[in-house]
């Protein structure tokens, strides 16, 4: 072997480009659960904090799952580009700031956002080749309606408006890379990691891979 | 809920197609045992048995690892159209009988290819919508020669021919969807099996999610 080969980057280090993981769903179909769970599992991955001028809810840590903020200063973040997409959901406001996503991507990490249809079209229409969407869908709508009663942090309100949306979310499936029946949250889960884990190998993802066949085909033997 | 939420197709029950699962290395690469191993663990997906032209192995089962016929036979079969795809490697010809896959894939089961990159250059034409590709790539040249000769089935001459391929073969590697660089046999295993379940769930691939939704927006709640 010569020198070259040496100097060849090492299996585990070829450059990747970070990728945007886009999970959505109705209210209740288990989508924030999945996201956590994956969250904690993979080390590569990073949430999206929304920023929202949504109400807290009592289990909610304000910087972790949500920023709370003012409609006033979202409109302020929207208005100067801050936001790589936003969306009014329930007659909140919603977005994904951009400097944390820029960063992260830059770096090669991969970010995950927990966000609704009309902000995964917004980033898919952005960013095409580094988003992967996933939709996950109840078994059964009574099932959605039993998981939002179990959740027990909306009122009976709440719950009918989400209900209601819930159809219209549902009819958006049809733009999503993948799709989720989440009848089993720990087979849901294994689906969602077996993604990532593929979605990390695609060859258009890898701009590392030139160098290391170069080095490959450079290897004296 | 109503009658007819009874009548909705059950989640493991939604339709898919079968999905072409192309795996390429040049020898020695460890393709052919992972090719084993996962149709071991996987019962969706089953080989298309080649036909070669090539003298049978010591290790290898006519009928199991190829078809061994004659270069008349292998004509007649390429001349009436009767193979999907085929290819001349080191002198002896290759091909994919078309009829048993076209029945595996109309009955939505998965056929896995270890064919080398001329046949799946062919069947990505054919059926672009189908073919799922993953390269295996060795980690070392050094470490392609030692594979060839622990397999000890070729004598020294073969393994000269097959390294002096393989260079080209690597070259191939950008036509694939997925590369996988085999430095561990468990961790390329691993990810091929994420890779099959992954593309399992495109929602392009499976037509029946249009009743499945169809049933979860009729059902009353």
Redesign the interface.
Same mark, same amino acid.
Not at 137 to 142: E, F, S, V, Y
């Given at each position: 072997?010569t020198d070259e080969?040496n100097a060849r980057p090492k299996?585990s280090d070829?450059q990747r480009r970070g990728l945007m993981l886009v999970l959505s769903s109705p209210s209740g179909a288990g989508k924030s659960t999945i996201a956590r769970n994956i969250l904690e599992k993979d080390d590569g991955l990073e949430l999206s904090v929304s920023v929202t001028t949504r109400e807290r809810r009592p289990s909610e840590i304000d910087g972790v799952h949500y920023h709370f903020i003012s409609k006033r200063e979202f409109e302020r973040l929207r208005d100067s580009d801050e936001l790589l997409e936003w969306a009014e959901v329930h007659g909140n406001l919603y977005g994904s700031p951009r400097e944390p996503v820029e960063k992260a991507m830059a770096a090669g990490r991969d970010i995950l956002f927990d966000i609704d249809w009309q902000g995964a079209h917004q980033l898919q229409e952005k960013m095409p080749a580094d988003v992967v969407s996933i939709?996950v869908?109840?078994?059964?709508?009574?099932e959605?309606?039993a998981r939002l009663h179990r959740r027990a942090e909306d009122d009976e309100e709440t719950i009918q408006k989400r209900?209601k949306n819930a159809?219209h979310e549902?009819?958006q499936? #049809?733009s999503?890379?993948?799709?989720? *029946?989440n009848?089993d949250l720990n087979r849901a889960f294994?689906?969602v990691?077996?993604?990532v884990?593929?979605?990390r190998?695609?060859?258009d993802r #890898?701009p590392g891979?030139f160098d290391? *066949?170069e080095g490959?085909?450079k290897?004296t033997?």
């Open positions: 072997m080969t299996t070829i939709f869908l109840p078994p059964t709508m009574g959605l309606m209900l159809a549902i009819g499936w #049809r999503y890379d993948y799709v989720i *029946v009848d294994g689906a990691q077996a993604i884990k593929a979605e190998l695609r060859r #890898r891979l290391f *066949v490959l085909l290897e033997i």
